[in-house]
């Protein structure tokens, strides 16, 4: 699934913070454009006007008969600039043309008016100008006097283009410090669901209490319906698989007895069917039935009890190598039965694990069981114990079919049995139990190769046992 497509309350509301601010700085930068056109032709119009009046001045100083192109020497210094503007002048008359530039005076421009300066945009010699002009009654003139004064608009624009890059600058920084900050107040904001998931997510590990009440206390008001909703659902849950348990627990004892009887008439039947190759056969199948069956409720029954987690103290000292001596001595007549060698490498020294020792060696019987089960005849189950700085390993090794890679993480499903040929015959609740029991002490089952390549290692590792400091 494309992960953008996954909805988000993070994005979604980084999303409406974000958006507004951005056409908020949209609608300001439009804004500041036009604020800033109108600054720079403001500035530049008073320039203008300034070496107008500079040139009016002059020719008022000089008078009719010196006037010439050189009073405007003191115009272009006011306007000289970086952006190599040009410039140009003309004064006219009702008559016609006195001095400064032909093309400038011969434009079709409104009339000046009298002692006022007005601003008019022209096309001089195929450039884009700005024209200053207006009219003044000079000293020896019979008629008022045009003055126009015109500039490229090479400096507006290369200083409205400077300040809008300024202006773009930081309305970026403006908009990515909003995001940032937004994004940090959304995270502090949703930092109680963050702890609620982590709470949650803290209940996986083994030993927690999955089911347990999340503490609306703590939780904000928009998210208390939400809370109260999960805890609800997980009260359900709680009371359905409570009942289910209850129910395999007590099945499985109550079937304890008469599967008992159903095996003692069986072994009667047995002596008195002597000599009768076929009865006996058919009675000694029904008898490893019943014998597969009463393990099977066993086990049903330790499951039971391993996840209601009662009264279940795993912080116990327990001998990992003494635990698996009594395990094989119990599995013992089943190997000699089958012919499969047990043996058992230990270090001589105790190797003390914190762990039950009920639940400890109902895992170490499953994981013996499944290699007796599975060693062809002849065969070889070895048991290591090896301890190590912080844990004591348990690894049963067997010299059978093994199990495929790909198979491995799902024969601790409950109920669960590789479909092959040679497969024999069992419940599918060995590893399932091995796998609860080992998490409930928080220790790690695994399955893989023996050093050999040949058969299955199964390994129980655990925490070693840590005496309590007396106070």
Do not use: W
Not at 7 to 20: A, D, K, T
Not at 97 to 106: I, K, T, V
Not at 132 to 138: P, V, W, Y
């Amino acid at each position: 699934m494309d992960a953008s497509a996954t909805p988000s309350i993070r994005r979604r509301l980084l999303q409406n913070m974000v958006l507004p601010v951005a056409v908020l700085a949209i609608v300001f930068g439009i804004g500041g454009a036009f604020l800033i056109h109108s600054v720079v032709s403001l500035t530049q119009d008073r320039l203008l006007d300034a070496a107008l009046v500079s040139i009016i001045d002059r020719a008022t100083a000089r008078g009719p008969a010196h006037i010439d192109n050189t009073i405007a020497q003191g115009a272009i210094e006011i306007l000289s600039g970086e952006a190599n503007d040009t410039f140009a002048f003309c004064i006219s008359d009702g008559a016609g043309f006195q001095r400064g530039d032909r093309e400038l005076c011969a434009l079709d421009t409104r009339p000046a008016p009298l002692d006022q300066i007005t601003h008019v945009p022209a096309d001089l010699n195929d450039n884009k100008v700005r024209i200053a002009m207006t009219s003044r009654t000079i000293e020896g003139f019979a008629r008022p006097l045009t003055f126009r004064m015109a500039e490229t608009l090479n400096s507006r624009l290369n200083m409205e283009a400077r300040m809008l890059v300024v202006l773009v600058f930081f309305e970026a920084v403006l908009l990515s410090a909003a995001a940032i900050l937004s994004y940090l107040a959304i995270l502090r904001g949703l930092l109680p669901l963050t702890e609620i998931s982590q709470e949650l997510l803290g209940r996986a590990p083994p030993g927690a209490i999955p089911f347990a009440r999340i503490d609306t206390a703590r939780v904000p008001e928009e998210a208390v319906d939400l809370v109260s909703a999960i805890n609800t659902l997980m009260e359900r849950l709680d009371e359905t698989i409570a009942g289910v348990r209850d129910f395999t627990a007590d099945a499985s004892h109550q079937l304890r007895s008469p599967l008992g009887g159903i095996k003692l008439h069986l072994e009667l039947l047995e002596r008195q069917a002597a000599g009768q190759d076929d009865l006996l056969a058919t009675l000694g199948e029904a008898q490893s039935g019943v014998t597969r069956l009463q393990r099977m409720l066993q086990q049903l029954i330790v499951l039971a009890r391993v996840d209601a987690k009662s009264e279940v103290d795993v912080d116990q000292r327990v001998d990992l190598g003494r635990l698996a001596a009594d395990v094989l001595a119990e599995r013992a007549p089943r190997a000699l039965s089958r012919n499969v060698d047990i043996v058992l490498d230990a270090p001589d020294t105790p190797v003390n694990v914190a762990g039950n020792p009920l639940l400890l060696g109902e895992v170490i019987a499953n994981l013996v069981d499944n290699a007796i089960a599975h060693s062809d005849e002849g065969g070889c189950v070895t048991v290591r114990v090896m301890p190590d700085a912080t844990t004591g390993t348990i690894a049963v090794e067997d010299e059978g079919p093994g199990i495929p890679e790909e198979e491995r993480s799902r024969v601790f499903q409950r109920f669960y049995q590789i479909a092959r040929g040679d497969a024999k015959p069992g419940s599918g609740l060995g590893l399932a139990i091995a796998r609860r029991i080992a998490d409930l002490h928080g220790g790690l089952i695994s399955l893989g190769d023996t050093a050999s390549g040949r058969g299955l290692s199964a390994r129980l590792s655990l925490r070693l046992f840590q005496p309590q400091p007396q106070e």
